[in-house]
């Protein structure tokens, strides 16, 4: 079984940057794709990035392209997403989510992006 375990939300002001983290446990992390979604207060849980098992191709909702940035460690089992410029509608809980077909979620941080 693999748990996902994110860290790195908070709050932080518009135009500013946070990198979020979701360590993997078991070696199984690094043979599938990884994602992040967001899920703001009253709205569907959306897909904010992808990233292929090796990390060389990565994709991104178009709201954040440009802006984010997803990335992996194999080594150490662990999925980032650097987050620059953020906005106010950034403000959402973030999950990590792994392609795995156990179809494994983490718990979510919680990023909030206010003055």
């Known amino acids: 079984q693999v748990q996902l375990v994110e860290s790195g939300g908070g709050l932080v002001q518009p135009g500013g940057s946070l990198r979020l983290s979701c360590a993997a446990s078991?070696?199984?992390?690094?043979?599938?794709?990884m994602d992040w979604y967001r899920q703001a207060p009253g709205k569907e849980r959306e897909l904010v990035a992808i990233?292929?098992?090796?990390?060389?191709?990565?994709n991104y909702a178009d709201s954040v392209k440009g802006r984010f940035t997803i990335s992996r460690d194999n080594v150490k089992n662990t999925v980032y997403l650097q987050m620059n410029s953020l906005k106010p509608e950034d403000t959402a809980v973030y999950y990590c989510?792994?392609?795995?077909?156990?179809?494994?979620w983490g718990q979510g941080t919680q990023v909030t992006v206010s003055s």
């Open positions: 989510h792994s392609r795995h077909p156990g179809n494994y």
């Open positions: 990233i292929s098992s090796g990390g060389y191709t990565t």
């Open positions: 078991g070696s199984i992390f690094r043979a599938y794709s």
